[in-house]
């Protein structure tokens, strides 16, 4: 799991509005690329 700073956390959390938003931001961001 990647760590993140709070201010990445924010900067996150303002981009991103809808739990679907952020479900796609994680899956993009989280996972390995295949």
Known sequence: MSKFTPEQISEI???LKTPEEVLQW???NIHPKL
């Open 13 to 15: 959390n303002d981009k």
């Open 26 to 28: 994680g899956l993009e």
